[in-house]
């Protein structure tokens, strides 16, 4: 594959869509989420989507495919939950570096058998424990992980989608900044530690609401100032909203970055049922007023979007030039 900062330069590139949204398609019982292996494992396993590069992993490197076929150039391995503390749900923490290599090695194969180019771009979430928020209403202090253990299991993550074989690492779906913060530092430390050549990172945070800002309570700014001091490939917003809900925040974020800007919103807001209507075709025409507004230089998509959504937007932004990138001056203090 060639540098991706060159290809970055010449055109949009295009990031894959949900996971969990074709996951759902397939039906999968709790008996398909256990396989042969956790049979008789001791607590429920349906909807551990991560366990499935394990127990399905032709499931997983299908889905991926067909992102591929789509037009897809970045593509997530299936590891928004691979960390010990999220596995924990399922008592399953120490499988956590083994489901980071099951998931690389599914999307390598999917761009095996797609005959194409991609880049393989380590999913690293949001975790179900926060830094910056008390869990408990009555006791504001409380905190139900501490900083350490949050780098801690991020490190395990990293090191498995490193290990795996990863071309880029996203940190993604950033609700609480602090969190983002604790794996930004797990990556610098795992590079540092073992001596390896450093990945790009690409982070995108998540815009909760109409107050523009983050559910630990950052505005759009802040967030960027946060996290600027990792030097990312890309900073960016995903998930929470729509693309027609996250227009000004995109605008916003795309006149302050000095790096590359992805968006990959969700499929609109959901219907009273929990799911997603907005077709490819309307996403699509978002997505393609943003890049001729120059806003962005990697668009996809989060919730609820599919393969067709994905291969709409990849030809409607495939002859926009992408944004360029600010120049910035270095001054003195």
């Known amino acids: 594959m060639n540098n991706i900062r060159e290809e970055l330069d010449k055109r949009i590139l295009i990031i894959d869509g949900a996971m969990g949204t074709m996951i759902q398609r397939y039906k999968l019982a709790e008996k398909d989420y256990r396989g042969e292996r956790f049979a008789n494992w001791h607590t429920d396993l349906k909807g551990n989507n991560d366990l499935l590069s394990i127990t399905q992993p032709q499931i997983i490197t299908e889905i991926h495919k067909q992102y591929i076929d789509a037009g897809a150039d970045i593509i997530e391995t ?37 005959g194409k180019k991609a880049w393989i771009a ?21 905190r139900a992980v501490t900083f350490d253990e949050v780098v801690s299991a991020y490190y395990d993550q990293v090191k498995g989608l490193s290990d795996g074989g990863v071309d880029l690492l996203l940190i993604e779906t950033i609700f609480d900044t602090l969190n983002a913060k604790a794996a930004i530092f797990a990556i610098k430390k795992f590079f540092r530690e073992t001596g390896k050549q450093p990945l790009p990172v690409m982070i995108s945070g998540t815009i909760t609401d109409a107050s523009g800002r983050t559910l630990s309570g950052q505005t759009l700014e ?20 729509g693309a027609k809900e996250m227009r000004p925040h995109i605008e916003e974020l795309s006149q302050m970055a000095s790096c590359y800007v992805s968006a990959y919103p969700n499929a609109g807001l959901p219907n009273a049922m929990g799911e997603y209507d907005e077709q490819p075709e309307e996403t699509a025409h978002f997505l393609e007023d943003w890049a001729q507004e120059g806003f962005v230089n990697i668009v996809g998509g989060c919730c609820g979007t599919t393969p067709d959504h994905i291969r709409h937007i990849a030809e409607h932004v495939r002859s926009i030039k992408p944004r360029v990138l600010p120049v910035t001056e270095k001054e003195l203090a």
Do not use: R, W
């Open 122 to 142: 380590g999913a690293i979430g949001p975790l179900n424990k926060t830094l910056s928020l008390s869990p408990d209403v009555n006791n504001p202090g409380y």
């Open 222 to 241: 802040a967030f960027y100032t946060s996290v600027m001091h990792a030097k990312p490939l890309s900073i960016g917003l995903n998930c929470a909203l």
């Open 78 to 114: 299936n590891t928004f939950n691979s960390t010990a503390i999220s596995m924990a749900d399922y008592d399953m923490q120490q499988l956590a570096y083994e489901l980071n290599v099951a998931a690389v090695k599914c999307t390598k194969e999917a761009i095996k058998q797609s």
